[in-house]
C-alpha cells in the first residue's frame, strides 16, 4: 500500500492505495464518492470523468498512487445541497438523463468544454463529448443539454465552483 494526499473537491483527503488501483477505486471506495461511475473501466466510456488538476481525464485510467498531492473534483462538487448546477439542471430539463449512468461524466465533461469555451459551436459540443457514450438518450437531448447550460451560464457567469 501507498500513503497519498490528495485533494478532493476543496478538502484535503489522505488514505492508503494499492499500487495497481485506479483513481475511480479510490474515489468510490476509500473516499465514499460513488458519483463517477464504473462502466467499463478501460477508458472507453467516459462514465467516470473527472477533472485532475482541471483536466478532464477517465479516473478509471489513472493510477491513485499518480496523484498524490494533486486536486481532483468530481461531479459531486457541482451541486448546493438539493440545488443542481446550470449544467445539471439543463440535462434535467432537456431530458437529456434516463438511466443516468452516463450522466455525471457528461456533466463533468460539459464543465471542462463550458469553461475552456462557453459558446461552443454544435461540432465543438460533438466533439468534446465524443469519448462519453450514452445509449439511451441518442446525444440529440444532451447536445441540447449543453447548449441550455451554456446559453444560462453566459447570461449569468460561468459558475465553476
Ligand atoms: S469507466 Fe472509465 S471510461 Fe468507462
Ligand atoms: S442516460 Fe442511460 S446511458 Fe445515458
Known amino acids: 500500500m501507498t500513503r497519498i494526499t490528495v ?3 476543496g478538502a484535503r483527503e489522505e488514505t492508503a492505495v494499492e499500487a495497481h488501483e485506479s483513481l ?3 474515489l ?3 473516499l465514499g464518492l460513488p458519483g463517477s461511475k464504473n462502466a467499463c473501466e478501460q477508458g472507453e ?3 467516470c470523468s473527472v477533472l485532475l488538476d482541471d483536466v478532464l481525464v477517465c479516473a478509471c485510467l489513472v493510477l491513485a498512487a499518480s496523484v498524490d498531492g494533486r486536486e481532483v473534483r468530481t461531479v ?3 451541486a448546493d445541497g438539493s440545488a443542481l448546477d446550470p449544467v445539471q439542471r439543463a ?3 432537456t431530458g437529456a438523463v434516463q438511466c443516468g449512468f452516463c450522466t455525471p461524466g457528461l456533466v463533468v465533461a460539459t464543465h ?13 459540443i460533438r466533439e468534446a463529448l465524443s469519448g462519453n457514450l450514452c445509449r439511451c438518450t441518442g446525444y440529440g437531448q444532451i447536445v441540447e443539454a449543453v447548449q441550455r447550460a451554456a446559453k444560462t451560464m453566459y447570461l449569468h457567469g460561468l459558475d465553476d465552483e
Open 28 to 30: 468510490r471506495e476509500r
Open 24 to 26: 475511480l477505486t479510490t
Open 112 to 124: 471542462a468544454l463550458l469553461r475552456e469555451n462557453p459558446e461552443p459551436s454544435l461540432a465543438e
Open 91 to 93: 440535462f434535467v430539463e
Open 76 to 78: 459531486e462538487s457541482l
Open 7 to 9: 485533494t478532493v473537491n
Open 45 to 47: 466510456c467516459g462514465s
